[in-house]
């Protein structure tokens, strides 16, 4: 079966602080897409960032960037100067197939301390 | 200006009941997707539908049924609900199937059954 997942289910951070989010999947498909969603109370799906399974090189969105190990099949998600607004849970997930399906993995809730 | 929108946002039912929950988008997607996101903040794919088309559908009891009388809609009707229906789920949309196209969420609509 494919899977993701998070091993992580509750993360704590520092304002300012960084903190890496661990990922690892399981597919057995060559082409695929990796995504860090977020999740705040709100309950919004967020996307915060993703990445091609066919590009080495890592993905980057301002203070969010990716460790894309592809033969590990891990994906973890860096946050640099960690902000009170990046508390939320953050899900990993993968999407492959012609039909398009998001696979997520179970979670990571991200605590963000002053 | 909401790209994906549900109504309604909360909706409280007894067991036995039917109840539907609409989805609509303004962005010209041809892809729409319905996602259960369980008591464990758990999210897994339910159906999906490409210009009006059934492309996926897992493994989801027959008492759900999706309607998509456009491709800018796509409605979930319950049929009998059970307490283990409760759940929110999020509708989502991309501009077309396949792993690249980036998927859109609604801000989800949390079913409680009683």
């Known amino acids: 079966a494919q899977t993701v997942t998070q091993s992580q289910p509750e993360m704590s951070v520092q304002e300012a602080e960084t903190v890496t989010l661990s990922c690892t999947y399981d597919?057995?498909?060559?082409?695929?897409?990796l995504f860090w969603y977020k999740q705040p109370p709100s309950r919004q799906m967020i996307l915060v960032i993703r990445?091609?399974?066919?590009?080495?090189q890592n993905a980057t969105e301002n203070r969010f960037s990716v460790n894309f190990q592809k033969a590990a099949k891990s994906f973890s998600l860096k946050i640099s100067d960690s902000q009170l607004g990046d508390a939320a849970m953050y899900f990993c997930?993968?999407?492959?197939?012609?039909?398009?399906?998001?696979?997520f993995g179970t979670g990571t809730r991200l605590q963000v301390t002053l | 200006d909401t790209a994906v929108s549900q109504t309604p946002k909360y909706l409280v039912t007894q067991m036995g009941n039917d109840k539907s929950i609409k989805c609509e988008q303004n962005?010209?997607?041809?892809?729409m997707y319905w996602y259960k996101q369980d008591s464990k903040k758990f999210l897994k794919i339910m159906f999906s539908y490409n210009n009006k088309e059934l492309i996926i559908n897992e493994t989801v009891p027959n008492r759900f049924s999706p309607k998509s009388p456009d491709k800018a809609h796509l409605n979930l009707h319950i049929n009998s609900l059970e307490l283990g229906d409760s759940a929110v789920y999020f509708c989502?949309?991309?501009?077309?199937?396949?792993?690249?196209?980036?998927?859109?969420f609604g801000p989800g609509t949390r079913l409680t059954v009683t």
């Open positions: 597919t057995s498909e060559s082409d695929y897409y």
């Open positions: 962005l010209g997607h041809d892809t």
């Open positions: 997930a993968y999407n492959t197939g012609t039909a398009s399906k998001l696979t």
């Open positions: 990445q091609e399974a066919y590009k080495q």
């Open positions: 989502a949309s991309s501009l077309n199937s396949g792993i690249f196209y980036e998927q859109y």
